[in-house]
């Protein structure tokens, strides 16, 4: 289910189209919730090398295996809830570890990628799950 690419010809390679972007929070901790769930914020990681992605052709099996594990990120408005498809959903450090622990648990498919992906990233401020076209960018 879980991607990355080194470069914009791999991806390209991959195939366009939409993808959902998992990139850590590099923010200091302390940060107002507001300004880690803003566009200026989140716009500057796009194609970070670090990130992992998930097509969007593969939503639905996503859902049904990650979506309750993964779930409860704040929305740009500030709202809280389920994984929002057509935005920025930010999990804090404490959310990070609580998927952690339940990946570990639950084990869905291609969990190991996305779990050594969280615990590489345990010293930022959590991550961001969001979804961009690529012909956008």
């Known amino acids: 289910l879980f991607h990355s690419f080194s470069s914009q010809d791999e991806r390209r390679k991959f ?14 901790r302390g940060t107002a919730v507001e300004e880690i ?8 990681l796009l194609w970070n090398h670090s990130s992992l992605y998930l ?4 939503w ?3 859902c049904e295996a990650y979506g309750e594990i993964i779930t409860g990120g704040t929305y740009e408005n500030l709202e809280t809830g389920y994984l929002d498809w057509c935005g920025i959903n930010y999990f804090s450090p404490e959310q990070m ?4 622990k339940r ?4 084990k869905p498919k291609d969990y190991h990628l996305l779990l050594n992906w ?5 010293q930022y401020n959590g ?4 979804d961009f076209k690529t012909d956008s960018y």
């Open 15 to 28: 195939g366009n189209g939409d993808f959902l972007q998992f990139v850590f929070c590099k923010l200091d």
């Open 37 to 44: 769930v803003s566009n200026r914020a989140v716009a500057p």
């Open 55 to 58: 097509c969007g052709d593969d």
């Open 60 to 62: 639905n099996e996503f």
């Open 97 to 100: 570890q609580h998927i952690i």
């Open 103 to 106: 990946l570990r648990e639950e």
């Open 118 to 122: 969280l615990e590489q990233g345990t």
């Open 127 to 130: 991550f961001y799950l969001w």
